[in-house]
């Protein structure tokens, strides 16, 4: 069974760091372009990052730039996400989500859309706060 289960996160202060961990069972996760979306409460699920399938291309939304990385360990079967200088505005679920049917795998205008995707984790909290 497929299946995506997120971790790592938490109650952090303005500022400071934290590395989510999206774990891969049940296939070999640099078959698929694997992403972080995050959703606020009263907020669209919107596209934070994405490490593309095919070329290791990474994507990340503007609000995130130079202050999140997104890397796979492909032997372990994971995908992280690792956050810098966080800021409240970064609060909420983050979830981690695979995407397999393009061949070329996705782009930069096609990452964020999330019919794109077809498995998706259960999220991890997190909270940015003082």
């Known amino acids: 069974q497929l299946q995506l289960v997120e971790s790592g996160g938490g109650l952090v202060q303005p500022g400071g760091s934290l590395r989510l961990s999206c774990a891969a069972a049940?296939?070999?996760?640099?078959?698929?372009?694997i992403a972080w979306f995050r959703q606020a409460p009263g907020k669209e699920r919107e596209g934070v990052s994405c490490?593309?399938?095919?070329?290791?291309?990474?994507f990340y939304a503007d609000s995130v730039k130079g202050r999140f990385t997104i890397s796979r360990d492909n032997v372990k079967n994971m995908v992280y996400l690792a956050m810098n200088s966080l800021k409240p505005e970064d609060t909420g679920v983050y979830y981690c989500a695979a995407a397999w049917r393009r061949a070329s795998g996705l782009d930069g205008g096609s990452w964020t859309l999330i019919p794109e995707y077809d498995y998706w984790g259960q999220g991890t909290q997190v909270t940015v706060s003082s």
């Open positions: 490490i593309n399938r095919a070329d290791g291309n990474t």
């Open positions: 049940g296939f070999s996760s640099d078959m698929y372009s």
